[in-house]
């Protein structure tokens, strides 16, 4: 038998009103962003040495960020979901952390630890001459200690999806736990996997707090375009304005990429 129609409802005007409001105060900004680019003379702006530099130094930094959350956020992730041991709920509140920490806070917290005088920085610069505060290696850390969450969430929930029966039957036939990983287990979350690192490397794209606050303002090194759009604001708002496209842009294809899975809409 088909199904019955859906019958349409009437929305009230206490939620219709509000709803379009708060529709209208998300959209219209964007909108506005729209309105003001310079098109005419966007190729230009986008040959602008300035621009390139930071768009480039980003899209570096950005990549290898969630290169390092890979490396270590799988490993927290499958420890989250498939170890049970004491303390299990208190790592993964201190793994979430980031995601409601203010990004300036998080800078400072990174000083203090990889800083000349920080807990460890000191120790690293005295014993292999290694600074992280104020170089690109020092955005890619602040990127990562931001996008990392971002990425756990994702694969611990695929994992907890998992039918985990086909580990055991990997075990039953001999293989050994890395052979059943890698074979069995990242084959079934590859797309928790895939959708946490595209999270991970838009956050990583988009950090300004952090990044600012450990690795400086320094064009070409550490200057990101967050961190361009912020100073272009002061002397040059159509540059300003050209950097925020880009962001939007990767914004939108990200979310377009993910709308499947993190989206409940039809």
Same mark, same amino acid.
């Given at each position: 038998?088909?199904?019955?129609?859906?019958?349409?409802?009437?929305?009230?005007?206490?939620?219709?009103?509000?709803?379009?409001?708060?529709?209208?105060?998300?959209?219209?900004?964007?909108?506005?962003?729209?309105?003001?680019?310079?098109?005419?003379?966007?190729?230009?702006?986008?040959? +602008?040495?300035?621009?390139?530099? /930071?768009?480039? @130094?980003?899209?570096?930094?950005? =990549? $290898?960020? %969630?290169? &390092?959350? *890979?490396?270590?956020?799988?490993?927290?992730?499958?420890?989250?979901?498939?170890?049970?041991?004491?303390?299990?709920?208190?790592?993964?509140?201190?793994?979430?952390?980031?995601?409601?920490?203010?990004?300036?806070?998080?800078?400072?917290?990174?000083?203090?630890?990889?800083?000349?005088?920080?807990?460890?920085?000191?120790?690293?610069?005295?014993?292999?001459?290694?600074?992280?505060?104020?170089?690109?290696?020092?955005?890619?850390?602040?990127?990562?200690?931001?996008?990392?969450?971002?990425?756990?969430?994702?694969?611990?929930?695929?994992?907890?999806?998992?039918? +985990?029966?086909?580990?055991?039957? /990997?075990?039953? @036939?001999?293989?050994?736990?890395? =052979? $059943?990983? %890698?074979? &069995?287990? *990242?084959?079934?979350?590859?797309?928790?996997?895939?959708?946490?690192?595209?999270?991970?490397?838009?956050?990583?794209?988009?950090?300004?707090?952090?990044?600012?606050?450990?690795?400086?303002?320094?064009?070409?090194?550490?200057?990101?375009?967050?961190?361009?759009?912020?100073?272009?604001?002061?002397?040059?708002?159509?540059?300003?304005?050209?950097?925020?496209?880009?962001?939007?842009?990767?914004?939108?294809?990200?979310?377009?990429?993910?709308?499947?899975?993190?989206?409940?809409?039809?």
């Amino acid at each position: 038998m088909r199904a019955a129609p859906r019958r349409r409802r009437r929305v009230p005007a206490a939620l219709l009103v509000p709803a379009i409001a708060g529709l209208a105060f998300l959209v219209l900004p964007l909108i506005g962003l729209l309105v003001r680019a310079p098109w005419s003379t966007m190729p230009q702006r986008l040959a +602008e040495p300035e621009v390139l530099q /930071a768009l480039w @130094l980003s899209l570096r930094t950005a =990549t $290898a960020a %969630t290169a &390092v959350c *890979l490396v270590f956020g799988v490993p927290i992730a499958w420890l989250l979901a498939r170890v049970d041991f004491p303390g299990r709920g208190l790592v993964r509140a201190l793994v979430t952390v980031p995601l409601v920490l203010p990004p300036v806070v998080g800078g400072v917290a990174l000083l203090l630890v990889f800083g000349r005088g920080g807990l460890i920085g000191s120790w690293m610069e005295d014993t292999f001459g290694i600074g992280l505060p104020f170089t690109t290696a020092g955005v890619v850390v602040a990127m990562a200690f931001v996008a990392m969450p971002f990425l756990v969430v994702s694969v611990e929930g695929a994992l907890r999806g998992a039918d +985990e029966r086909y580990e055991e039957a /990997a075990a039953t @036939l001999g293989a050994g736990r890395w =052979t $059943a990983f %890698t074979r &069995v287990t *990242l084959p079934l979350i590859a797309p928790g996997v895939a959708a946490g690192a595209v999270l991970s490397w838009a956050r990583a794209l988009g950090e300004f707090g952090a990044t600012i606050t450990f690795a400086g303002n320094f064009p070409g090194r550490t200057q990101t375009m967050p961190i361009a759009v912020y100073l272009a604001l002061e002397t040059d708002l159509e540059a300003a304005i050209v950097l925020s496209l880009i962001l939007l842009a990767v914004s939108v294809v990200v979310l377009a990429g993910l709308r499947d899975r993190w989206t409940a809409a039809p």
